[in-house]
């Protein structure tokens, strides 16, 4: 794909190959920018573990302390009170059959799925759906849940899902380009923190072996992961 002349003018001004400060690379992102709209950052992180194995397939959770600076649409699958529970929690959308039709039928805006455990054999049928979209509930996201209340404020509040994928690289988001550099700083540490703590002890080697920053615009930022630490 041909690069557009402000983005050759961005990658002139940073050394792809360097890896820079948690600071600097912070710095960078608010420097590079070029467009007129608030941006995602986002946090590509390669871990030397084989998703193959059980144990090495790592799926947590984490609270950034800023949250996400993104809007997250949460639809909740229950029956009976939770349903109340839910809607008071602040859930964008309640329900159960009248969702999983609208789902079945190609229905897609949302970001979250958060269901009881009562709606889970149901939802379970539309695996082939939800799975490739990374909605599918699941106990270790805490997205399968009773406490509903807590899982709805808690996503709402900023709490992100870490879950390597079949190449041991983690995605997700850690901010926006409105954020100040030390609310960017914070929300990484806190991702940083989290995976290094879910390490399994079958890892051999290096486990944390490389930390991306990106705007969704910006090229990639490596960063020193001696300056996290």
Known sequence: MKKSKQRKAVEEHFDRMKEYSLEDAVKLLEELKYVNFDESIDVAINLGVDPRHAEENIRVTTS??????????VLVLTRGPKEKEAQEAGADYVGNDDFL??????WADIDKIIATPDMMADLGKLGKILGPKGLMPNPKSGTVTMDVDKAVKEIKAGKVELRVDKNGIIHTI???TSFNQNQLRENVQAIYDTIIKARPASVKGTYFKKMTLSSTMGPGIKVDLATIR
């Open 64 to 73: 950034l302390p800023n949250g996400t600076g993104k809007e997250v649409k």
């Open 101 to 106: 039709e609208k789902i079945k039928g190609g």
């Open 174 to 176: 850690c901010g926006k």
